[in-house]
């Protein structure tokens, strides 16, 4: 515990950017579970499954550390409320990632159109992209305050933002695309194959939605 309030000492971001890194590698694992889904390697896909659960596990026990030791006593650049909140909705990011690597383990990849994996792999590599933006923009408001708010850190933080907005509206777009292709496919594979794809996709997404109320939570706390 002494060690986060050491680091909350000398910025309020430097635990927050401790947790980010478990949580980029937590997305970064699904990333390449998601490559080896779409290239049939299912039993290295199984592997990399398993291993973002363990990642997720401990960006979660790094959260409850974070959070026993954040005094109210500390005197930080943002308040104590506003450093709780981001951390819960960047931990929601690794919680959804979780989620995606549950359902590339129970489900059956087996079946699934080649053009609906095109699509279904294309929504995990821009919603973990925004993920990793996300990571960028913690580090980001960090130099922020040590600059003391020096205007060149301050538009760059504000241009990862708009990057990570961008790539939300990417994956509402993908979302709308394979919605269709499912159901123009239908025929294809059963009732339970088509109920996997949406689920993969539906937790994809919502990596994306978590990372974008991130970013929309630093950008809340720029503007106080």
Excluded: C
């Excluded at 309030?5 to 694992?29: D, R």
């Excluded at 990862?160 to 790539?167: F, P, Q, T, W, Y």
């Excluded at 993969?200 to 503007?223: Q, W």
């Amino acid at each position: 515990m002494q060690v986060w309030t050491k680091l909350f000492a000398k910025s309020p971001f430097k635990p927050l950017i401790k947790h980010s890194e478990v949580v980029l590698q937590t997305v970064e694992t699904l990333e390449k579970a998601l490559n080896a889904w779409y290239n049939g390697n299912y039993g290295e896909m199984r592997e990399l499954a398993v291993e973002v659960d363990r990642l997720e596990d401990i960006a979660d026990r790094i959260k409850e550390e974070i959070r026993d030791s954040l005094s109210s006593k500390l005197m930080m650049a943002v308040s104590r409320e506003d450093v709780l909140i981001y951390l819960h909705m960047q931990d929601k990011v690794a919680d959804s990632a979780e989620d995606t690597a549950k359902w590339l383990l129970v489900g059956k990849p087996d079946g699934v159109p080649r053009e609906i994996k095109d699509v279904v792999l294309k929504m995990g590599t821009e919603s973990i992209k925004a993920a990793k933006l996300v990571h960028e923009a913690i580090v980001q408001m960090d130099r922020v305050i040590e600059s003391g708010f020096a205007e060149k850190e301050i538009e760059r933080e504000y241009e990862l933002i708009r990057a990570i907005e961008d790539v939300e509206k990417a994956i509402d777009e993908l979302d709308t695309k394979l919605m269709r292709l499912v159901f123009e496919n239908a025929e294809k594979f059963d009732w339970g194959t088509g109920t996997y794809i949406l689920n993969v996709a539906r937790t994809l997404s919502n990596i994306s939605d978590k990372a974008k109320d991130s970013a929309e939570r630093i950008r809340l706390m720029m503007n106080k």
